[in-house]
């Protein structure tokens, strides 16, 4: 049997090159014809196809509806051969008043809500197109756009729609497409005409100008913008940039000292569902513990009820709560990456992006003006023959009642153009009457006139502004602010100001005890002293540290690298159990041991060495990590590790040595610092610091002996300056060099 391969119909590729080739064939095809919008129409390939295709069956505002299940069938099988279930959702989209700044289909039936629910199929909702559809659609039977076949050549298909809207900015889009993706928020279309009728005149307007006239996004479910100006006018001069949106709310008094707060507006594509989901789940999980419950008792209009744990709560307080753990404060993205008029994507900048659309408005006004003055050319051609007619009246009928062939004849006879001479041969006899006659030199004269209106719009660029200005004009009074659809909805707001929040606010406030194991098992025992009880060890494992805290405080850890590590005590697992390991909590190497756990309190300093006997001051607030690698404090290397954490009491700092020799010296002698490998506390011939603590020198120094604490009072044979050797410990010095 011959071997497939050594057809010599196939060429062996390297799988590589072939699946590169292909790859790229793919992304081009999923950049340009599905994910990416155009700057100028702002609309996908399967928008601006459901939108052809609803023209197509005269879908008009003013016309009935039509089952959304044969608008679909109809871009199926002519424009868009892809799932009729992503095409009924593009339409949907379309349709949704919550998710549409501007809609561009007019919805019949069940299309969906803000809680998230789904449209009803297909079958059952009906669809016709709006008036902001139908602007986008006007001219496009006067040759103002190029058409192209459509995937199986039957039919034809708008490469772009003329669009009188600025749609793109208007509506806003969503795309992803391969190695690039589009984010536009919608905007207010009266702004933007504003925009356009001055870029018209001055194309190099500043961003200051353009941010006047569009301060910003108009998202259909209102909200208010609370991103700095300084952010805005980035966001605007490079593309992109994101917009800061907050819940609209209000408190409303209940009488006798009692309110509540009214969430009425919520950002642009937040379900409410979930909302009210995800913040019943916050009190549910004591992490807003100034917030009562929630209530949804909306309607149509959006009304949220947040009732507060008291009446002594500050609102702002507790809605500063929820903005930053809930989707009451999202951030709407702007990427301006489109397809420009040649295809190519790229990342424009407002300015960019306005002028794309006034360009793309002046090649369809000329190509429209074009479109009708070759129509008027050839109107008063054949208006010139009609007239003829009536000044040689029998002469005509003459020729056309004994010629055989009466067009040559017409034609030779009073030099007629072939048009006129079929224009005259295919005249009713009713047309012969006089008032015809003058109503044809009425219409000759009105279309001389426009045919000279028309030569000269075509002929100069200032007269084609004008008319762009006026358009502009035309369409801020029908889709304006001063409309019902057109009133800005997002309210433009200040930055908020910077609230502290208490951390009780969040977390439910209550004791803890936290245990450490040899093991590096962590964990939190409810309670504090004999409330925690006995507590289970894995086999082999001991308790290392223990602390009492609260579940609103921070635990500060510290590790043998030098790293000082953060963890809230309400993130650490109940005590029924084991725990958790606290390398799975933070980024803590195998090699790496937990030397010293405390609760931070801000206010206190710390005395850290290494076993190589430097060390310094440094306070506590200066240690509080932010991050799982935790906050470099101590600088260590080579075999050196950290050896010493503890809180600085007193006026004398005593040092051991591995060696078992003292030394002690004032604090004063102690640098206090941030970061660093610190100064030399105690010199070694050889081995390393063993221990380090701060005292008062008037109470003496005090160790740990066995279960005995022991005390020395005399200690002037230790007394002596940092970095010196120091002398042998004095008699019954705990046997593991440890001041306990």
């Known amino acids: 049997m011959t071997d497939v391969l050594d057809s010599p ?386 002469e005509v009928i003459r020729i056309i009642r004994e010629e055989d062939e009466p067009k040559p004849a017409l034609m030779k006879r009073f030099k007629l153009t072939d048009v006129q001479a079929e224009a005259i041969l295919n005249m009713r006899l009713r047309s012969l009457r006089k008032l015809e006659e003058m109503e044809l030199q009425g219409e000759k004269k009105t279309l001389s006139a426009e045919k000279k209106d028309l030569e000269a719009l075509l002929a100069s660029d200032a007269k084609q502004k004008s008319a762009l200005k006026d358009e502009f004009k035309a369409t801020r009074v029908r889709f304006g602010e001063k409309t019902e659809l057109g009133k800005r909805r997002t309210r433009v707001g200040k930055p908020p100001a910077e609230i502290d929040i208490p951390i009780d606010a969040t977390i439910e406030r209550e004791p803890v005890t936290v245990v450490l194991s040899s093991k590096g098992w962590i964990r939190a025992a409810k309670g504090h002293g004999e409330q925690v009880g006995a507590l289970r060890y894995k086999e082999g494992d001991r308790e290392r540290f223990r602390a009492e805290a609260q579940t609103t405080d921070k635990l500060l850890l510290f590790a043998t690298n030098g790293r000082f590590y953060t963890l809230g005590c309400d993130k650490l697992p109940g005590g029924r159990g084991y725990g958790d390991p606290v390398r799975l909590m933070l980024d803590l190497g195998n090699d790496v041991e937990i030397i010293a756990m405390f609760v931070y309190q801000g206010d206190r300093k710390l005395l850290v060495a290494s076993s190589q006997g430097y060390g310094f001051v440094v306070p506590e607030e200066a240690v509080l990590a932010q991050t799982r690698a935790g906050k470099q404090v101590l600088n260590v290397s080579g075999d050196a590790e950290a050896a010493v954490a503890r809180f600085v009491e007193g006026d004398h700092v005593a040092v051991v040595g591995e060696n078992r ?36 020198l008037a109470d003496g120094l005090t160790w740990q002996a066995g279960t005995r604490t022991r005390t020395e009072m005399k200690l002037e044979n230790w007394i002596g300056k940092r970095s010196q050797a120091g002398r042998v410990a004095p008699a019954g010095f705990a046997s593991n060099n440890k001041f306990g």
């Open 661 to 696: 020799k003292v030394v002690i010296f004032p604090l004063e002698e102690m640098p206090e610092m941030t970061r660093g490998k610190g100064v030399m506390l105690q010199r070694y011939k050889s081995g390393g610091l063993s221990d380090a603590k701060t005292f008062t």
């Open 9 to 394: 119909r196939i060429e062996p590729v390297p799988l590589a090159d072939a699946l590169g080739e292909r790859y790229l064939a793919y992304a081009l095809s999923t950049i340009t014809s599905r994910s990416l919008p155009d700057v100028r129409d702002g609309l996908k390939p399967v928008h601006r196809r459901i939108l052809y295709a609803m023209r197509q069956l005269k879908l008009d505002p003013k016309e009935g509806f039509k089952k959304s299940a044969r608008v679909v069938g109809d871009v199926i099988g002519k424009y868009h051969p892809h799932g009729d279930q992503s095409i009924y959702d593009a339409l949907v989209r379309l349709a949704q008043e919550f998710a549409a700044r501007y809609p561009l289909v007019d919805g019949q039936g069940n299309f969906g809500n803000v809680d998230g629910d789904n449209a009803a199929a297909m079958r059952y909702t009906e669809a016709r197109m709006t008036e902001v559809a139908t602007a986008l659609l006007d001219g496009l039977d006067e040759d103002a756009v190029d058409f192209r076949p459509t995937y199986d050549g039957s039919e034809s298909e708008p490469v772009v729609l003329p669009a009188a809207f600025p749609n793109l900015l208007a509506n806003g889009a969503n795309g992803i497409a391969v190695g690039m993706a589009t984010s536009v928020p919608p905007h207010n279309a009266g702004e933007l005409c504003a925009a356009l009728i001055h870029l018209v005149d001055k194309p190099k307007a500043t961003f200051e100008t353009l941010v006047s006239l569009v301060p910003g996004p108009d998202f259909p479910t209102g909200g208010e913008l609370v991103e700095a100006p300084e952010a805005v006018m980035e966001a605007y001069a490079t593309g992109r940039g994101s917009f800061r949106v907050r819940a609209t709310w209000q408190v409303e008094d209940l009488g006798r000292g009692t309110w509540q707060i009214v969430v009425t507006e919520i950002p642009w594509q937040v379900q409410k569902s979930r909302l009210v989901e995800r913040i019943a789940e916050l009190i549910e999980t004591r992490k807003l513990t100034l917030l009562e419950g929630v209530v949804d008792e909306s309607a149509e209009d959006i009304r949220l009820i947040l009732q507060p744990k008291s009446r002594t709560v500050d609102a702002a307080v507790l809605m500063e709560s929820l903005f930053r753990a809930t989707e009451l404060e999202t951030r709407a993205s702007l990427n301006l990456n489109v397809l420009d008029a040649t295809g190519v994507p790229r990342v424009m900048n407002l300015r960019e992006a306005l002028i794309a659309f006034i360009e793309h408005r002046q090649v369809v006004l000329q190509r429209r003006s074009a479109h009708r003055l070759e129509k008027i050319v050839k109107r008063l051609e054949v208006l010139e023959g009609y007239l003829i007619v009536y000044l040689n009246l029998d």
